[in-house]
């Protein structure tokens, strides 16, 4: 299956589109797939077992209450945030759960939904599901991976869809094979050489193979409107976030402080890198308290494409509309490349699709562009994930208004060269990717290594 950027970009819940959004779509599609094989009638008992990275750090991600969700048949993109925690402390104490809203089965957590530190080998982000019988017969089993940006395969390494995706497949496109194909970064410039247009535009041709160009511009300005609506949430927030460390809310009070000091910005060259921090963190704080977010392309990175993309539109001028939906195209494109070639990894790669995407707008070549989103992953690599008490809080928050901070230099950087240099994008997405499989483990979003055990929890 080609992806798509829409892919790349969902609308859904925080805190992690790897360990809450993949967990909660596979659970349901277990119970769909229970539905349509045999009915709910004869299930008396649901078993979840959670695999590697979703057990080590599931409770922190909220890897629990996904799966929970995800078995009442409740989708990520679909659920109101707000009906969340009342939804899960009925489930808890009522001591059942009602598959899909429609069949109740007794569910008790600690019988039920079970923590293997051991990793399937696949990939360190798997979950068994198991259904049983009245007489403790097994009736279906099956095992699904999260495998990052909201990515849910099956053990054949078949793509799981939710609802809307897979209605969204055929939305009035061409349904013929891709105009312009590309895997690779060099493809993507020899595809803007071959037919003179910018890479958002052969980003657009690309989508006429599951949408019309109306429905593609709509998707575009619904995320867009999405990301704003983080910002503006988090920024209206105080208090603390969940999790034993009650880190408090930083947003809310930055902006109050920012939009008082008006004048004081004027003596400041650098105030506006308080805005895009404040941004970002407004995004990653809400992420953080299971709000409403755009995976992009995860939700521990949701904070820096919406940070730069504020950028564009509060400080750029001449930003509008059409500006906004080539960003997101750009963006998208330079994301498939790493999806295609390495992994949707995290902060790292949404630096690097937000800084190829702010040079686009601000007029760069499709070779500049390029540029841009080399850089803006070149001088992360070998970046950790090691989330302090297994929450996507510390480093999280702070690393995606850094990212969006490196993101713009990166752009800069670019626009002021031809588009020539040493190191291509597709060199260094090969880097990225050899560097991942030689750094061990503990450092992978498993709050075994780095800061996660330096910092003692308070």
Not at 121 to 140: K, R, T, V, W, Y
Not at 343 to 363: F, P, Q, R, T
Request: hydrophobic share 45%.
């Amino acid at each position: 299956m080609s992806v798509s950027v829409f892919d790349l970009f969902k609308i859904g819940i925080g805190p992690s589109s790897s360990h809450t959004v993949g967990p909660m779509i596979a659970a349901r599609q277990f119970a769909v797939a229970l539905r349509d094989s045999m009915g709910l009638a004869p299930v008396h008992r649901v078993v979840v077992e959670l695999f590697g990275s979703l057990a080590a750090t599931g409770i922190g991600h909220g890897t629990d209450r996904a799966v929970l969700l995800g078995l009442a048949g409740h989708e990520p993109d679909r659920i109101d945030p707000d009906r969340i925690g009342p939804t899960v402390e009925a489930i808890r104490t009522g001591g059942h759960i009602d598959l899909l809203g429609m069949h109740r089965v007794a569910f008790i957590e600690k019988e039920h939904l079970l923590f293997r530190r051991k990793s399937l080998p696949f990939h360190p982000n798997g979950l068994s599901l198991h259904a049983h019988g009245a007489q403790g017969e097994l009736l279906l089993t099956r095992t699904y991976y999260s495998v990052g940006g909201g990515f849910v395969v099956d053990e054949g390494g078949q793509r799981v869809l939710n609802s809307v995706e897979a209605l969204d497949q055929g939305a009035a496109g061409s349904g013929t094979g891709l105009p312009h194909p590309y895997r690779t970064a060099a493809e993507l410039l020899a595809q803007c050489a071959a037919t003179g247009q910018s890479i958002a535009a052969v980003t657009l041709a690309n989508e006429g193979h599951w949408h019309s160009r109306a429905h593609v511009r709509q998707r575009l300005l619904q995320i867009w409107q999405t990301m704003a609506g983080a910002v503006q949430r988090g920024c209206a927030s105080h208090g603390s976030l969940p999790g034993p460390m009650r880190l408090q809310r930083r947003a809310g009070q930055l902006h109050q402080t920012l939009s008082g000091r008006a004048e004081e910005a004027l003596r400041d060259p650098l105030s506006m890198l308080d805005w895009i921090n404040l941004y970002a963190m407004a995004v990653n704080e809400e992420n953080a308290a299971g709000g409403r977010v755009v995976t992009a392309p995860t939700n521990g990175a949701a904070g820096v494409i919406p940070a730069v993309l504020h950028y564009y539109v509060k400080f750029v001028p001449g930003a509008d509309e059409d500006g906004i939906a080539d960003f997101l195209l750009t963006a998208g494109a330079i994301g498939i490349i790493y999806k295609e070639n390495a992994s949707l990894s995290g902060a790292e790669v949404a630096c690097s699709m937000a800084a190829g995407a702010l040079a686009a707008v601000m007029g760069g070549t499709p070779a500049q562009v390029e540029n841009a989103a080399e850089i803006g992953m070149e001088h992360n690599l070998g970046m950790t994930c090691d989330p302090v008490g297994g929450l996507v809080q510390i480093p999280c928050i702070e690393r995606n208004a850094m990212g969006a901070i490196k993101a713009i230099n990166a752009a800069r950087m670019a626009l002021r060269g031809n588009g020539t240099h040493m190191v291509s994008l597709d060199q260094v997405i090969k880097t990225m990717m050899q560097t991942g499989a030689d750094m061990k483990s503990k450092y992978k979003e498993t709050s075994r290594g780095g800061l996660a055990v330096n910092v003692v929890e308070c």
